[in-house]
T-cell receptor, first 109, second 115 residues
């Protein structure tokens, strides 16, 4: 079965601390994975996709096929990073994404 | 460019009624996808339309249906509403591209409450 698991509902850190938001997936085939972010009172938006291998707002994510993981990392958290983060898997059907339950990141001053 | 718009933003209905939600994609986008977001089930894919054709469908009962018009605007309909249909319904649009997946841009959602 295709599935995305985000084990943490809430991750609370202090400003300047490293952040790692966990994402594990289940998919038979070559996965295409994404991180979406939703800031308070804003729309869901794409943060990054593994294919592009970019760093967006200091966040990076590496696909580890052996561990079936796609964890999101940032070395130094900022208060403006506080948001809801969703890991998503492209299921193979047209534009169909399978989302994880989401992790709320709270960065405290 | 204006973003994806969804109307209405909030809706209250009673059990057994039916409801129609509307989504206007970003200009030039021809694919529209719909998702249901609930606290219990999270974000779940409903269906996707491209050029007025449903290309993909999620695992929802037949009470959930949709359509797309020639201007790419899309509507989704839920008939015989149940309490469990209370959710935030998100619409996303994307440009057609070479692959089966193209970056989706989400609207603000329609909050449906079923009493």
């Amino acid at each position: 079965a295709q599935r995305v698991t985000q084990p943490e509902k809430l991750l609370s850190v202090f400003k300047g601390a490293p952040v790692e938001l966990k994402c594990n997936y289940s998919y038979s085939g070559s996965p295409e994975l994404f991180w979406y972010v939703q800031y308070s009172r804003q729309r869901l938006q794409l943060l990054l996709r593994h294919i592009s291998r970019e760093s967006i707002k200091g966040f990076t994510a590496d696909l580890n096929k052996g561990e079936t993981s796609f964890h999101l990392k940032k070395p130094f958290a900022q208060e403006e990073d506080s948001a809801m983060y969703y890991c998503a898997l492209f299921s193979g059907g047209y534009n169909k994404l399978i989302f994880g339950a989401g992790t709320r990141l709270a960065v405290h001053p | 460019k204006a973003g994806v718009t969804q109307t209405p933003r909030y809706l209250i209905k009673t059990r057994g009624q039916q409801v129609t939600l509307s989504c206007s994609p970003i200009s030039g986008h021809r694919s529209v996808s719909w998702y249901q977001q609930t606290p219990g089930q999270g974000l779940q894919f409903l269906f996707e339309y491209f050029s007025e054709t449903q290309r993909n469908k999620g695992n929802f009962p037949g009470r959930f249906s949709g359509r797309q018009f020639s201007n790419s605007r899309s509507e989704m309909n839920v008939s015989t509403l149940e309490l469990g249909d209370s959710a935030l319904y998100l619409c996303a649009s994307s440009m057609p591209g070479a692959g089966a997946y193209n970056e989706q841009f989400f609207g603000p959602g329609t909050r449906l409450t079923v009493l």
